[in-house]
C-alpha cells in the first residue's frame, strides 16, 4: 500500500522534506507507521507530535485505510 | 435550527493591519442589533531567548484541516453564546515583533457574551488548530520552535 504523508514545522524541518509518498508491505496502524517513520527519522524519536489521517488526530490502534494523508503534527503554536 | 455559516477564510498572509481592524469595526455600524464588541488581538512578543530576543515568527499551518478546526470552533461558539457575528483572522507567513497574528471579533447584544465568546474562541484555537510557529531569533539567523503551553 502507498500514501501520502506530510511533515509540518520541526518535523518537516527533519525530514528535510514537507510531503512524500509512503510505500508500505501490506497493511498499516498508525502506531505500526509511527515506528516505521521513526525508524527512517530516528531525530524525531524525542520530539512531541501527533499523527492525523485525512485531517482527524488519530490513535496508535486506528487502521490505515487507502486512499489517506497522513499528517506529522509538532505542538500548535496559533495565537 | 441555527442557521449554518458558511466557512470563512481565515487566514491572511503577513501581519494584520491596525487599518484592517479599524475597518471591520466600521462596517458593524449598520448591525443595530449589536450593543457589545469583544476583540482579542494577538500581538508577536519579544521573548527573549538564548541567542537573542524574538524577532518575529515565520507562521505556517495545515491549512485544510486548520480551515476546519477554525469553522468547528464558530460552530461551537454560535451554539453556545448568544452572537450576532463572529470573524477570525490568522496569519500566515513572517509576522515581525509588536505586529499582529492573530484578530478575534464577536459581537452581541450583550457584553456578557462577547466578553465569554472570545475567551472561548482565542482558547480553543491555540489548543486545537493545527498551526506552527518558527520564532525568528537574534542577528544571526537561528530559530525555535514556538509551543503553545
Not at chain 1, 512524500?20 to 505500526?32: D, F, I, M, R, S
Not at chain 2, 487566514?11 to 442589533?33: C, E, L, M, N, Y
Not at chain 2, 456578557?112 to 482558547?123: C, D, G, L, P, Q
Request: contains cysteine; hydrophobic residues 45%; glycine residues 8%.
Amino acid at each position: 500500500m502507498s500514501f501520502q504523508v506530510k511533515y509540518f514545522g520541526m518535523l518537516a524541518e527533519i525530514a528535510g522534506l514537507s510531503d512524500e509518498v509512503w510505500n508500505a508491505a501490506g497493511g498499516l496502524t498508525v502506531g505500526q507507521f509511527r515506528a516505521q517513520m521513526l525508524d527512517k527519522y530516528p531525530a524525531m524519536r524525542d520530539k512531541k507530535f501527533k499523527i492525523a489521517v485525512n485531517q482527524k488526530i488519530s490513535e496508535d490502534f486506528v487502521l490505515i485505510e487507502t486512499p489517506a494523508e497522513i499528517a506529522l503534527l509538532p505542538p500548535f503554536a496559533g495565537g | 435550527m441555527e442557521k449554518a455559516h458558511k466557512p470563512k477564510k481565515v487566514f491572511v498572509q503577513g501581519p494584520i493591519s491596525p487599518d484592517f481592524v479599524a475597518k471591520s469595526i466600521a462596517s458593524h455600524q449598520s448591525k443595530t442589533g449589536i450593543g457589545a464588541h469583544a476583540i482579542f488581538l494577538g500581538q508577536i512578543r519579544a521573548d527573549q531567548k538564548e541567542g537573542g530576543a524574538v524577532t518575529g515568527i515565520d507562521y505556517t499551518a495545515y491549512e485544510e484541516m486548520a480551515e476546519q478546526a477554525f469553522h468547528d470552533i464558530r460552530e461551537a461558539a454560535f451554539a453556545k453564546f448568544e452572537l450576532t457575528c463572529m470573524h477570525i483572522y490568522h496569519s500566515l507567513g513572517l509576522v515581525p515583533t509588536g505586529e499582529i497574528s492573530l484578530f478575534v471579533f464577536v459581537s452581541s447584544p450583550h457584553r456578557r457574551a462577547a466578553f465569554e465568546a472570545s475567551e472561548y474562541i482565542v482558547e480553543e484555537i491555540k489548543a486545537n488548530v493545527p498551526i506552527f510557529g518558527k520564532e525568528l531569533v537574534g542577528e544571526a539567523g537561528q530559530h525555535v520552535w514556538k509551543e503553545n503551553t
